[in-house]
Structures are given as structure tokens and as C-alpha cells.
């Protein structure tokens, strides 16, 4: 007998409803819908976008580190800027399409 499955996307809010799988071992899943926050980012950017933007293989994280006036660029999504304090390690996890690059912040400001 077939198990029932769920859809599966890289897209946020893709479910629309309360999905019941029933799963062998009297196991059952509730696959319910995300909370869309109107604050969060994937809100703010497009289908293709998001599809750059969500990770579709494995991710290789980066660590990059930071000194006071130096930042990091997210692809176009943000920046992260060491504005005080001693070097830090900051370690990123996002999809190979998001290029990160590193650069003193007076240049990310341009």
C-alpha cells in the first residue's frame, strides 16, 4: 500500500490546509500551514526571488570575520554591519545563489 504524502516546495506557504497522514504504526502527522508574518523577509521579495533565495541543495555555510567598519553583503537582501567591539566570527548558512561579500562598511554605504 502507497504511504500518503505531503507536498513539498521551496516556497514558504505552500500548504493551505491542515494535511492528516496517517503513517504505519498508528503514527499520525499533522502537516500544518505556516505563519505568514508580514515583517519577515520572504514577504517582501518576489516568486523568483524567493526561488534564489531558498535553498534547493545543501548549503555550505560560510564564516566570515568582521572588525569594526567592515560589513557583509547579503546578496541583495541585507547587510551586516560590525559597528563596535573586537573581531567576531559570524558563520552564514544561505543558498549558493545568495552571493555574500565582504567589504569595508564607507564602501557598502555607497
Do not use: W
Not at 560560510?62 to 573586537?86: I, N, P, Q
Amino acid at each position: 500500500k502507497r504511504l500518503p504524502t505531503a507536498t513539498v516546495s521551496s516556497l514558504p506557504g505552500t500548504t493551505l490546509d491542515v494535511l492528516k497522514l496517517q503513517l504505519p504504526g498508528g503514527v499520525t502527522v499533522h502537516d500544518t500551514p505556516g505563519v505568514i508574518n508580514p515583517s519577515q523577509l520572504t514577504t517582501k521579495l518576489t516568486t523568483q526571488e524567493l526561488r534564489a533565495a531558498m535553498p534547493g541543495k545543501k548549503i555550505t555555510p560560510l564564516t566570515v570575520r568582521l572588525e569594526k567598519g567592515k560589513s557583509v553583503l547579503l546578496g541583495g537582501l541585507a547587510r551586516v554591519d560590525m559597528t563596535d567591539g573586537r573581531p567576531f566570527l559570524f558563520t552564514f548558512f544561505f543558498s549558493p545563489e545568495v552571493k555574500l561579500h565582504p567589504t569595508a562598511t564607507d564602501k557598502a554605504e555607497e
